[in-house]
């Protein structure tokens, strides 16, 4: 059952204008419906501008040839997108980029609904909430170039790190962690769920403060044991907030590129080659634009699927 | 009410079209650079002003200004990184500021652009006796970008760690520096005897710390201006680096080190020896002022007795195809490579002048400057990528295939053989 909204405009309750002109309505009726696109029209021209025109240029771009770096560039058809996806390297940055993305967002997701549920407890008192709310927020503080840093000088073969393991004897001589290709895209994508999850863990913890508590009051009565409780109380009742942050999770991920080129620039051997880097490396080491349009509308087709789903998901809700 | 609410609207209404009108103006607005007094504004872009001390390109580029009232210089002034990437963008939609501070490694692309001017013409026109330059960087025998101050990567040796590994010279020739490097290595506390940075984000550690070795033996890795990498020259290169990392004197993490990692490794004394820019010695000593270093020249093969290329990087200069003021912009051009302000900017610099009459004072600059100084003039200044067509990419590629090798899954033929193929499809 759905309820008309109330009608927000208040009509004057006087008389219609007393002198009205022949032309008159029809010109004021035409200008009213277009008085909302003239307060919209500078939103409309950033739009267009900065938006819109871009991606047209770059979709144009992707079906010519030798575009921006020769004069007279040639209408090529297909043959970018022939080139793009039949070269082994872009097809490494999909996987690697599906692997980056779907396990960042894994670990996000448990990472951030665990701590959401350990800040959300009635077991910690005020002061411990506020301490460990604080503690679990910083990784999300630092910007992308401090958190490549940091990581990149802990995990350094004669790093924090490998010292630490090789003191408690887990390790006999330091691992080359990001000089690794069997490592290395593991250990950009543990700094990437390092550096992630406290957004998730804000969100569910929005969430969960957010479900009535008579539902578990409801399902003690029924004899609901906590972990039914979770199951079939705080799940369902998070499944909105899940789903959005998921989707928007791999939409984020996906176009991560400054995290992956400060630590590892997509070496080594194309280890933790990213559609982002192999977009970029097109473009400003090969200067191959043309090209690189065309791996960036299939980045942009990619990630449309997914902003589908979210708007779907955003729709039904 | 309703008065209020018609006039509510007609003011927002005003508001909007200004907003509106602002937005159009800022996209659409243009600067106008000569003004009604025939004083003309040049806009040079760099990266050269964050590198030097606080305000004294400033200064320099005000000099510039009192000696020639009619023109001004806006300095548009990034990080190197940043300043490529307004470049490139800049070369590719032909709105290049005036004058631009160029890398060797871009001049090949943004000439074949037509983004940058054929300086031959300007240098011409003003007039200009060229003999003084150092060198000039050409495509298709025409001078697009004009090397102002260059800087060189000699050997830095850790003679603290030279010592104590029981080593009495520093190594001059290869033999002698793998024996070093094994001797560093095997001092403990996980010291190694060299560092090489493959960090593909920025792969200049293959011009910088692996080519360096060839044109130190008076090698090539072009013939005729093609690519030339399955010769024995080349390939001894490779298979000598091979041979170091074999030997475990190379410091882990190569495959991912940049550069900054390198210079870090070596001033912690982690790393007994590198080959590094001049510029860093300030930086080396800032950090660890108790490390005792010198520098050298870069270890030739054994029996090598011509002179030795030394690796250098340039500050160079061209002039937009774009600009209107072409003339103007040769004039900033030839004030900073006369003999006393392309000194002056070259002592601030660390680095060595482009014109080959200035001389740099080193009576305030640390020692190893005046030693380096004795190198460069002794060798060869040697940069074969320099004029190439995408070289960054060609480093890469080469990259790519070092990697392979080290890392055991590829022989030193196979990757010389594909970074050929590479290079030959870029270099035509």
Known sequence: MTTAPADPIVKPESAPPAEPAAPGPKRSSVARRLLPFGYLSPTIVLIVVLMIVPIVMVISYSFRDNVIVQENSVFAGLANYTDVLTDPDFLAAIKNTGIFITVSMVAHLLLGLGFAMMLNSPLLGGVAKSLFRVVYVLPWLFTIAVIAVIWRLLLDPSGVVNYVLNALGLIDQGVDWLGSPSTALWVVTFANIWSGYPFFMISLLAGLQGIPGELYEAASVDGASPWRKFLHVTLPQLRPVIISMAVLDLIWTSQQFALIWMMTGGGPLNSTEMLSTFTYKLAFSEYEFATASASAVVVLLLTMILAFFYVRQQRER | ?428
């Open chain 2, 1 to 428: 009410m309703a008065a209020r609410s018609t006039r509510l609207r007609r003011w927002t209404a005003i508001a909007t079209a200004v907003g509106l009108a602002a937005v159009m103006g800022a996209c659409g607005g243009g600067s106008d650079d000569a003004s009604s007094d025939g004083t003309v504004t040049l806009e040079f872009a760099q990266w050269w002003a964050p590198e030097l001390p606080d305000g004294s390109f400033d200064k320099i580029i005000n000099e510039f200004q009192t000696a020639n009232p009619t023109i001004k210089v806006k300095l548009l002034s990034a990080p190197y990184a940043s300043t490529k990437q307004q470049l490139v963008t800049g070369a590719a939609s032909k709105t290049l500021p005036d004058v631009v501070g160029l890398d060797g490694a871009w001049v090949n692309d943004f000439a074949k652009q037509g983004a940058i001017a054929d300086m031959s013409k300007l240098m011409t026109d003003a007039g200009y006796d060229a003999s003084q330059l150092a060198s000039q960087v050409q495509v298709d025998g025409k001078t697009y970008m004009v090397p102002v101050v260059n800087f060189v990567y000699p050997l830095f040796v850790n003679q603290d760690l030279l010592t104590k590994a029981g080593v009495d010279k520093v190594p001059s020739t290869r033999t002698e520096f793998l024996d070093a490097a094994k001797k560093i290595s095997a001092t403990g506390d996980n010291v190694k005897g060299w560092a090489l940075p493959l960090d593909t984000a920025v792969p200049n550690g293959i011009q910088n710390d692996v080519m360096s070795w060839l044109w130190a033996s008076g090698g090539s890795m072009l013939a005729d201006g093609k690519p030339a990498l399955q010769t024995p020259q080349v390939k001894s290169v490779v298979e000598y680096v091979k041979s170091l990392n074999d030997a475990g004197v190379i410091a882990p993490g190569s495959l991912t080190m940049k550069e900054q990692d390198k210079v870090e490794k070596f001033t912690t004394g982690q790393v007994g020896m590198v080959v590094d820019s001049l510029a860093h010695i300030n930086l080396v000593k800032k950090n660890n002022p108790d490390l005792k270093f010198t520098v050298a020249p870069i270890p030739a093969e054994d029996g090598y007795t011509g002179k030795r290329g030394i690796p250098y990087a340039s500050w160079g200069i061209g002039v937009a195809n774009s600009s209107e003021h072409k003339a103007e912009a040769f004039k900033l051009v030839q004030y900073l490579m006369d003999a006393k302000a392309n000194a002056e900017l070259a002592t601030l610099a660390n680095g060595f002048p482009g014109n080959k009459t200035a001389k740099p004072d080193f009576t305030d600059s640390d020692p190893l400057f005046k030693q380096a100084f004795d190198i460069y003039s002794e060798g060869t200044p040697a940069n074969e990528f320099v004029g190439l067509p995408k070289s960054e990419d060609l480093m890469r590629s080469f990259d790519e295939q070092l990697q392979l090798v080290l890392t055991g899954k590829g022989s030193v033929d196979d990757a010389l053989a594909k970074s050929q193929e590479n290079w030959s499809s870029v270099i035509e």
